[in-house]
Antibody, heavy 119, light 110 residues
Framework: EVQLLESGGGLVQPGGSRRLSCAAS????????MTWVRQAPGKGLEWVSA?????????YYAESVRGRFTISRDNSDNILYLQMNSLRAEDTAIYYC???????????WGQGILVTVSS | QSVLTQPPSVSAAPGQKVTISCSGS????????VSWYQQLPGTAPRLLIY???KRPSGIPDRFSGSKSGTSATLGITGLQTGDEADYYC???????????FGGGTKLTVL
């Protein structure tokens, strides 16, 4: 059974940093691209970032987070990360990690973790 | 402002059919596969349709997808009250080199 479990959320001051983790199990983690998607309170889904699988290191970012967020993965421990720097109030959201399936469809999602950026 | 455009809301009676549209561009839907997600209140999104029209195991055949040009459509037949949720389309935008979602459509089963 595929499981994705996010951690690392909480309250952060504007301008601060936070690292999110997503522990994956139930599939061959190294073989799959992974993605972060966020959802601001009462709003829709926003794609944030993705990292390639298969041992590659290609990374992709939404314009809204490029230069501030860094996605990475540890294929030994099956963990996906999102390092978030220079956080802004508009980064407040539930952050989901998701496994990429066929052709950039996301076939499994974590339960999400809330990040609140506020003073 | 989402890259993909969906109607904010749709509604229909139980047992009826509804369609949800998703409009994109030549660099998004025009050249990439579309997926659809269902998000029930307070839960994570769930994949409903991938590769334009394929259903993951466990998704009933009441849900269908199609794509034509730069637009895609999700169809739901035999509506049930349990189908009340937000629905999102998604794809890759090759011009942006980024994933994109629609703004979401809230389905109300009257």
């Amino acid at each position: 059974e595929v499981q994705l479990l996010e951690s690392g959320g909480g309250l952060v001051q504007p301008g601060g940093s936070r690292r999110l983790s997503c522990a994956a199990s139930g599939f061959t983690f190294i073989s799959y691209a992974m993605t972060w998607v966020r959802q601001a309170p009462g709003k829709g889904l926003e794609w944030v970032s993705a990292i390639s699988g298969g041992g590659g290191i290609s990374t992709y970012y939404a314009e809204s987070v490029r230069g501030r967020f860094t996605i990475s993965r540890d294929n030994s421990d099956n963990i996906l990360y999102l390092q978030m720097n220079s956080l802004r109030a508009e980064d407040t959201a539930i952050y989901y990690c998701a496994k990429k399936g066929s052709n950039w469809a996301y076939d499994f999602w974590g339960q999400g973790i809330l990040v609140t950026v506020s003073s | 402002q989402s890259v993909l455009t969906q109607p904010p809301s749709v509604s229909a009676a139980p047992g009826q059919k509804v369609t949800i549209s998703c409009s994109g561009s030549s660099s998004s839907i025009g050249i990439n596969f579309v997926s659809w997600y269902q998000q029930l209140p307070g839960t994570a999104p769930r994949l409903l349709i991938y590769d334009n029209n394929k259903r993951p195991s466990g998704i009933p055949d009441r849900f269908s997808g199609s794509k034509s040009g730069t637009s895609a459509t999700l169809g739901i037949t035999g509506l049930q009250t349990g189908d009340e949720a937000d629905y999102y389309c998604g794809t890759w935008d090759s011009g942006l080199s980024a994933g994109v979602f629609g703004g979401g459509t809230k389905l109300t089963v009257l």
